[in-house]
Structure formats: C-alpha cells, structure tokens
C-alpha cells in the first residue's frame, strides 16, 4: 500500500540519481528545510503559521456548517477522531497536518522535484496548472476498478467526479506552488497545503457526508 503514494519521492529519487548526481540530491534534499534563503526565520514562520491558522479556520467553518444542517449527531464521529476538549482538537488537527502520510511520501517528488523542473521552462500558474493536471492523472488509476466494475451508473459517477476533482486538484497547487515560494522554493509549501487538501477534502468532509471521503 506504501508504494503507490510513495511512488513521487521513488521517481524523483531515481531521476536525480541518475540524471543529476550528487550535486542534483543536494539541491533537492536542501527542499526539505522548512524555508530556504532568502526567506528569513520570521517570514518562514509566519508562513507556515498562516497555513495552520487558515486551516483551523476552514475546518472550523465546516464543521459549524455540520452542526447547522448534518443529522443530528453527526459530529459525533469528529469527536471520536480528533478528541472532544479545544487543545485537544487543536493538537490532533496540527498533528495531522504534519503527519498525514500521503503528502510525507509523495511531496519530495511533486513540489520537491517536478515543480522546480517545470518553472525552468513556464511561470508559475503554467507550472501549477500542468502540476495540477499531473496530480490528478496519477491518482486517476484508483478510480479505475470502479470504472470498469459494470455496476449500474459506476462509470457515470466516475466521470462525473472528475468535474469537481480536476479543479481541486489545479486550486490546490495554485496555492501550493504560492506558499512554496514564499518559503524560498521549501516542499513544505506544497507538504502544509496537500495535507490541508486531503484533511478538509477527505477526513474533516467525510464528517459531513462519509461519501465525500471518496475524493
């Protein structure tokens, strides 16, 4: 199960080995500093602390929006992921953040190595776009069983999907590429908002609709 969300970072490894030597792994495992020159300690981490606050914000709107309108006990299954008392919540939302294990294995080979390579060649939103698209059609495969199951209306709901999850996918590394060079090009830009995409998109909406957690 390790070796399909992993496989970015496995790639990105082989690709430098083999094209760029010592030199190419030094460049990119430097991307794997929080931030990197010129990017001072204080505006690092005033970006990295804007990410958290902004999806603690998010998570919060939602989940109000749970209380509002979901079946009534529907934030019960929050209560059993994330813990019931405030610092408790807050703990366990920044934890999974940083420990959320899809960004951890695919970020080196994403935003660690193919966006550096794209913005030789393209200006930012070209390069996030062509990111996005990149993303995408990699995770395109998962939903292949489904596709060809011959379950009545599977294949409809497959495509049908991929208009809501092909702009997700292109928005959210809008704003990764965004918050990666405001870190001086650090993968930590695309490691926070990756986790902020699979958390809201995935565990924090699957509160609301467990079907959601499809996305």
Not at 157 to 182: E, Y
Request: charge should be positive; aromatic fraction near 14%.
């Amino acid at each position: 199960l390790l070796l399909f969300p992993a496989a970015p970072m496995f790639a990105a490894l082989t690709v430098t080995g083999i094209g760029y030597g010592r030199a190419g792994f030094r460049e990119l495992l430097s991307r794997c500093a929080p931030w990197r020159s010129p990017v001072s300690w204080r505006q690092g981490v005033t970006v990295i602390a804007v990410c958290f606050l902004a999806f603690f914000a998010l998570t919060g709107i939602m989940w109000v929006q749970t209380y509002l309108y979901a079946p009534t006990g529907t934030l019960d299954r929050t209560f059993l992921r994330y813990g019931s008392d405030p610092l408790a919540i807050y703990a366990m939302l920044a934890a999974s953040l940083l420990l959320s294990p899809g960004p951890l294995l695919e970020e080196l080979g994403w935003r660690g190595f193919a966006l550096p390579q794209l913005l030789k060649k393209f200006d930012p939103l070209a390069a996030a776009v062509i990111l996005g698209l990149m993303w995408w059609a990699w995770h395109l495969p998962r939903d292949l069983p489904t596709l060809f199951s011959g379950v009545p209306g599977a294949a409809w709901g497959v495509i049908t999907k991929q208009f809501v999850i092909v702009p997700g996918f292109i928005a959210s590394t809008i704003i990764a590429v965004f918050v990666c060079n405001k870190l001086g090009g650090s993968l930590w830009g695309g490691l926070l908002t990756h986790a902020i995409h699979n958390e809201l998109g995935v565990n924090v909406m699957a509160e609301w609709s467990p079907a959601a957690a499809g996305l």
